[in-house]
T-cell receptor, first 113, second 110 residues
Framework: DTEVTQTPKHLVMGMTNKKSLKCEQH?????MYWYKQKAKKPPELMFV???????INESVPSRFSPECPNSSLLNLHLHALQPEDSALYLC????????????FGPGTRLLVL | GQNIDQPTEMTATEGAIVQINCTYQ??????LFWYQQHAGEAPTFLSY????GLEEKGRFSSFLSRSKGYSYLLLKELQMKDSASYLC???????????FGKGTTLSVSS
């Protein structure tokens, strides 16, 4: 089983809203990632959690706040976003750590109005 | 740096063979990945090369030359469903995350 699930599939929010994206995997993977992908561009890394600890923050604005409640779950809390934050947000996980193959979820397509 | 270069677009016909090339800066190399991404969907893992040579998986093969900073993805017996973006990716210098190339959009026609 190489399934990473993400909810919601689509999200529309205003610039004053607070929302959260959720990611879940039950493969026992210990590293989880958030990527942002704009149309016709490659995914860009935002955050890495390794063994439930934040190990990388790629200078992401504070309006994006990640959270890893346990080894199976990864959240991305959104607050006061800008229209340019509209994108596909992809979650990925890998087995023992960042060295291993990453498996992606289907993504959440976010539109900020 | 982490520059990864691959062609932007390629076209091919059903049943043909296509080779998608990828070059990268060799410093801090930790392995090279190929992912397939259909429009509006998540990237799907295709292959991982860390040693030189050819890895074959059914219709898809991936080749790596570490000394040349070069990889290719070979797709045989092309099918219409192979129309997608193919992303070459390597680990960042710390080995902690993937850095993607801009992707090659492959269009397969009948």
């Amino acid at each position: 089983d190489t399934e990473v699930t993400q909810t919601p599939k689509h999200l529309v929010m205003g610039m004053t809203n607070k929302k959260s994206l959720k990611c879940e995997q039950h493969m026992g993977h210990r590293a989880m990632y958030w990527y942002k992908q704009k149309a016709k561009k490659p995914p860009e890394l935002m955050f890495v959690y390794s063994y439930e600890k934040l190990s990388i923050n790629e200078s992401v604005p504070s309006r994006f706040s990640p959270e890893c409640p346990n080894s199976s779950l990864l959240n991305l809390h959104l607050h006061a976003l800008q229209p340019e934050d509209s994108a596909l947000y992809l979650c990925a996980s890998s087995r023992r750590g960042e060295q291993e193959t990453q498996y992606f979820g289907p993504g959440t397509r976010l539109l900020v109005l | 740096g982490q520059n990864i270069d691959q062609p932007t677009e390629m076209t091919a016909t059903e049943g043909a063979i296509v080779q998608i090339n990828c070059t990268y800066q060799t410093s801090g190399f930790n392995g090279l990945f190929w992912y397939q991404q259909h429009a509006g969907e998540a990237p799907t893992f295709l292959s991982y090369n860390v040693l030189d040579g050819l890895e074959e998986k059914g219709r898809f093969s991936s080749f790596l030359s570490r000394s040349k900073g070069y990889s290719y993805l070979l797709l045989k017996e092309l099918q219409m469903k192979d129309s997608a973006s193919y992303l070459c990716a390597k680990k960042n210098q710390a080995g902690t995350a993937l850095i993607f190339g801009k992707g090659t959009t492959l269009s397969v026609s009948s």
